[in-house]
């Protein structure tokens, strides 16, 4: 019932930036959290970045300082920038999004097909 659509994933040089987004669209009456996960080839999947519906974000301490997240709510969008990309950001980065849909009481979670960042030179 919530389809997540990401854009934005790279090839870029050690130093670059780059900003990923995702779209959710479907029938929901409300969208809480929506953040972003890595998984990394041989590493479990990891949160990178969340915010919540009032705004609230929240970062995994190896991003802070070069990653922010934001999201626009009239279009149901997430988006993170990313900066200072060094190669240990090489990953696949998903979009999370809880959302309700508009025949449910309670939220789910919703998942991304992921887009793949590489930093290398």
């Known amino acids: 019932q919530v389809q997540l659509v990401e854009s934005g994933g790279h090839l870029v040089q050690p130093g670059e930036s780059l900003r990923l987004s995702c779209a959710a669209s479907?029938?929901?009456?409300?969208?809480?959290?929506m953040g972003w996960y890595r998984q990394a080839p041989g590493k479990q999947r990891e949160l990178v970045a969340s915010i919540s519906s009032g705004g609230r974000t929240d970062f995994a301490d190896s991003v802070k300082g070069r990653f922010t997240i934001s999201r626009d709510n009239d279009k149901n969008t997430t988006y993170l920038q990313m900066s200072s990309l060094d190669r240990e950001d090489t990953a696949v980065y998903y979009c999370?999004?809880?959302?309700?849909?508009?025949?449910?009481?309670?939220?789910?979670?919703?998942w991304g097909q992921g887009t793949q960042v590489t930093v290398s030179s």
């Open positions: 479907g029938r929901f009456s409300s969208i809480h959290s």
């Open positions: 999370n999004v809880r959302a309700r849909p508009v025949d449910s009481w309670r939220s789910y979670e919703y």
